[in-house]
């Protein structure tokens, strides 16, 4: 079954996730790469702990090597992976809540069918041999993945964060944690229901001229992706400035400058999250910039606050108005904005 026929139990585990992501377990996702003359024994993980392989390079075999490859799949335990790999990567789950996320990480890998879990696995192999095949001419490289739901689910993360944010699926420590990144992972399963698709616009973004753009930190991101998917059901596609929509095209040099030409001279209402996180953010910083420019020339009706919090943030006043997100939930709240943004629109047709 594919996930086009899965929404249900998409959201369902999506949900699943955000509850046990607003806990904050103490829970760790890390990868290894270990070669063959390593061990896994002796290094020390946190207690619990949950290993699993997740892929190998073999290596390159040549006509001479065939005997010996397949007399290493017949001796292989396929808990560790195929006997005498040069290279071998393992997921390691750590901190009380791991069997926890264990069991809910095997829900998710079998969300996928047969050529969406090949979709993941042909990434991971790309990554892999990439660079290999240049170094043996007559040799073919071999490389396997694990078909566990478990490894499949870990590896689309890691593919999910290669995606997204490029280069930090290759650390040793994944962040954020496990429960919080299934969850916003589950977000886009949700929405895009494929495995590759990461913006949701073939749109050049310095083409467009938002309705709605949002100013947020990555710590509110699960409340602000429920109201961003709201606001783009009612308002329709390319109206609503969302990070992650356009997550590809914003990868280039002097982001800087397109995201705060976005919020000050391209969104007819820009609406900020404020809360402690916000005010310690650097790329919030810099948002912030551009929106207290439109405060300084008295476009008040281009800006609305939502506050999870209490703290203060450079330039905003007690006196000044918001809608409280701990009392109204994300539906709730997308409402507002669209009543908001309708009243903008008034005050640019009244002029």
Known sequence: MSLSNQVNETRRLRDLFEVEASKFHDTRLRTLLVSQSEVLSGRGFASPHH?????????AVGSEDVEILFANVQDSDWKWGLKDAALSSFAIVEGGACELFVRMAKRAGGLFNK????TIKCHVQDEIMQG????????????????????????????????????????????????????????????DQVTGKVDRSSRNIADIDFKVALSFPGERRPYVAKIARVLREALGPDTVF???????QLARP??????????????????????????????????????????????????????FDDSAVDGVFPIDGYVDARTCEAGQVARYINERLQQCRKVVEDA
């Not at 290993?51 to 290596?59: A, D």
């Not at 739901?149 to 490029?166: D, G, M, Q, V």
Request: hydrophobic share 40%.
């Open 254 to 307: 002097n982001m800087d400058t397109l995201l705060q030409d976005i919020y000050r001279n391209r969104s007819d209402l820009v609406v900020i999250f404020l809360c402690a996180e916000y005010a310690q953010k650097e790329w919030c910083g810099l948002e912030w910039r551009a929106i207290r420019d439109i405060i300084r020339t008295k476009q008040d009706e281009r800006i609305m606050f939502v506050r």
């Open 132 to 191: 290999e095949q240049s170094k043996h001419h007559t040799a073919k490289p071999v490389s396997v993945t694990n078909d566990n739901p478990l490894a499949i689910w870990i590896n689309y993360l890691l593919f999910h964060l290669s995606r997204t944010h490029p280069g930090r699926e290759r650390a040793q420590r994944i962040e954020p944690d496990p429960f919080s990144l299934s969850l916003l992972a589950l977000d886009r399963l949700a929405d």
């Open 51 to 59: 290993t699993i392989m997740l892929w190998q390079y073999y290596g």
């Open 242 to 248: 969302y990070d992650h929509d356009y997550q590809a």
């Open 115 to 118: 050529a969406e879990a090949l």
